[in-house]
C-alpha cells in the first residue's frame, strides 16, 4: 500500500518561499511519477506541478511557471515542491499524489493521495 506523507506547509507573507516534501512508500519510488495539486476554499483540486519517474520531465500549470520547481530524490524516496515569490492566491491545502507517467498525473492526478499540508500567503 502507498503512503503519501507531505510536510513544509506554513504561513508566510507575499514574495516569499516555502519548500514542500512528500515522502513516500509502499512502492518502488523511481518508477513512478509523482506531482503536486492543491485546493482552495470553494474551489475544485487543481494540477500545480508533476515529475517523472526518472527527474527528466516535469510539467507545471502557467499558474506557477517561472515562480515553482518541482524536483525529486531517489535515495530519500520523496518529491519536492519549491515555491518562490509566493502570492495570496497561492494559498491552498497542497496534495501529493503518485500515478505512472507525468502527463498522466497533470490531467486527472493519480490514485494515491497524501492528506495534505496548508499554505497560507498573507498580503
Known amino acids: 500500500q502507498v503512503q503519501l506523507v507531505e510536510s513544509g506547509g506554513g504561513l508566510v507573507q507575499a514574495g516569499g518561499s516555502l519548500r514542500l516534501s512528500c515522502a513516500a512508500s509502499?512502492?518502488?519510488?523511481?518508477?513512478?511519477?509523482m506531482g503536486w495539486y492543491r485546493q482552495s476554499p470553494g474551489k475544485e483540486r487543481e494540477f500545480v506541478a508533476a515529475?517523472?519517474?526518472?527527474?527528466?520531465?516535469?510539467y507545471y500549470a502557467d499558474s506557477v511557471k517561472g515562480r515553482f520547481t518541482i524536483s525529486r530524490d531517489t535515495a530519500k524516496n520523496t518529491v519536492y515542491l519549491r515555491m518562490n515569490n509566493l502570492k495570496p492566491e497561492d494559498t491552498a491545502a497542497y496534495y501529493c499524489?503518485?500515478?505512472?507517467?507525468?502527463?498522466?498525473?497533470?490531467?486527472?492526478?493519480?490514485?494515491?493521495w497524501g492528506q495534505g499540508t496548508l499554505v497560507t500567503v498573507s498580503s
Open positions: 499524489t503518485t500515478g505512472t507517467t507525468a502527463q498522466a498525473l497533470s490531467l486527472n492526478g493519480g490514485d494515491d
Open positions: 509502499g512502492r518502488t519510488f523511481s518508477r513512478y511519477a
Open positions: 515529475i517523472s519517474g526518472n527527474g527528466g520531465i516535469t
